[in-house]
């Protein structure tokens, strides 16, 4: 139980009562999800934050609110089995194309991917302007230049794709097994048929971009 400033125990980790309000509050506030870094920056002591969230999610859990990690950034957001009751219905001003959605799901599925690679894949050739919109959306953001003639551009997902869309991480995207037995996935990365790159380099990607944005 959180009391004063007594200690909270749970399972037998601990962590200062201050601490896990704190953490509390600065999420409560943020208007998006704030990574771990930032969480650390703002506790008197850093060490205590995976005990605080831990503590703090624990606390949410089965609740109205749940305490919601995407990537290595936290948030909170409505219980996913409330959403029905609370969806509310509205027009939307823009709606994703079908080339757009096609090309987010072929960045999703086989990050990271170039332009040349997108068009292999769809079959058609890659419009500037459907990067644009997944862009504008903040769902795509360039990666590491493929280290082939020429040099391309890579792309990736961000942590706002993840938040939207209600993953932890790039692995839990849905149907990747069936699509691949349907054949309508290619069993190995993109990059593994074109250029023999060893499927690693979607984490170092991930990795280096994360790295990059702190």
Sequence with gaps: MVSGSDDIAEDGMKADSQAVRLIEAILFSATEPLREAELGRRLPDPAQLDQALTLLRGLYANRGVELYKAGD??????????????????????????AAVETLAVIAYHQPVTRAEMEEIRGVGQSRGTLDVLLEAGWIKPGRRRQTPGRPVTWITTRAFL?????????????????????????????????GVVSEEAEETERASEESED
């Design 73 to 98: 950034a936290w948030a909170f957001r409505t219980a996913p089995d409330l959403s029905e009751a609370l969806k509310v219905e509205r027009s939307t001003t823009r709606k994703l194309s079908r």
């Design 163 to 195: 938040d939207h869309f209600g993953l932890e991480n790039v692995k839990d995207l849905p149907g990747i097994s069936d699509l691949k037995a349907s054949g309508l996935l290619d069993k190995r990365p993109a990059i593994e048929a074109f250029h």
